[in-house]
């Protein structure tokens, strides 16, 4: 048996496991490892919805991995990447009682993701932990008068979006550095969006560009004043939410020869990491394009294919990079949900079949192959 090392069980991370366990391929000669630092999947995706919507949250994206049905077979290890040995392939583990070991591989696919904020830790966390920091979030924000949410990509709309429909008696206002927000979106999107947000009466504060001390923390809701490097006066409030976008790869356990100057791992077309056999990177670790765009449109699905054609000695696939982000932007509101396309046109499902067919259909029965009942 050929054993496949996935590396970061994230959103990419699952989700290759997930196409690789279809695979005839898989059923015939893979073993499937998958390790991670939680014990369960917890996206990093739809950070608003979590924040003001926990347990809507919860039922989409914090699932054990155990409820995955095309995952049956998969072996998962909790515990954190210490190490890479490229000689003796294999990965270094530290378990949660502190004892470690050596995972060897055949094929290693590296999808450790990014830091990014209190939702993006790459730490060691229980299931209590994992809980326990999903409810302090959104008492935090819950607690006050007024929100401010600094920054001006998907992950700072979306929170101002969701925040203020869930916390209507409270101020919130969106802080972001340039003209518009959403800059790696079509402009439409944000026309569309903007419109949104004056209707549930976020103030929209174009052209503030934030004042970040050094050592400060960027992992926590804070409160104001907020400083800008822009000129204008400090804005209060209640709660900071810093959305800022200063990710931080995931990669203090790997060689130096595997990274690009600012610590992404570098990958070639087809996901192969330049000159080393059998290795892979996806998702948000993964320097694919400008965007990092593997952590989205599918990549996962050309991954798989990859690593069975590699392991097979046939010819691997490109993938294909947007030059724009696409997809929701606010996840799922109670009138529905729009998807948004490179072109900014968009594609709204109303009411409840947001929920019947974004969420149970395509994402749990086609997307993850389906999930059992917790």
Known sequence: ????????????????????????????????VGVSSKPMLVSGQELGIRLARPDDWRRDYLVDFARYRKLHGTRFVHGSLTGLDLERRTVAVTRPDHTSYDEPWDV????????????????????????AGLRAAHERLAGGASIAVVGGGAAAVSSAVNLATAFPEQRVDLWFPGERALPAHHGKVWADVSQRLEELGVGLHPGHRAVVPDGFDLDEITRGPVSWSTGQPPAEADAVLWAIGRVRPNTGWLPAELLDADGFVRTDPDLRVPGQPRVFA??????????RSSARNRADKVLARNIVADLAGRPLKRMRAPRRRW??????????????FPSGQK????????RVVMQDLIARRVIYGGIRKG
């Open 1 to 32: 048996m050929t054993r496949v090392v996935i590396a970061g069980l994230g959103d990419s991370g699952l989700l290759t496991a997930i196409q690789l366990a279809r695979s005839s391929a898989a059923r015939r000669d893979l073993e499937v």
């Open 108 to 131: 290693l696919v590296i999808s450790t993701g990014v830091s990014n904020g209190f939702w993006r830790r790459p730490g060691l966390e229980s299931p209590a932990e994992v809980e």
């Open 282 to 291: 996806i998702g948000d670790v993964a320097a694919t394009d400008p965007l």
């Open 327 to 340: 997809g929701s932007v606010t996840g799922v509101q109670p009138e529905g949900v729009d998807i948004y």
């Open 347 to 354: 594609l709204r499902f109303p009411g409840w079949t947001a």
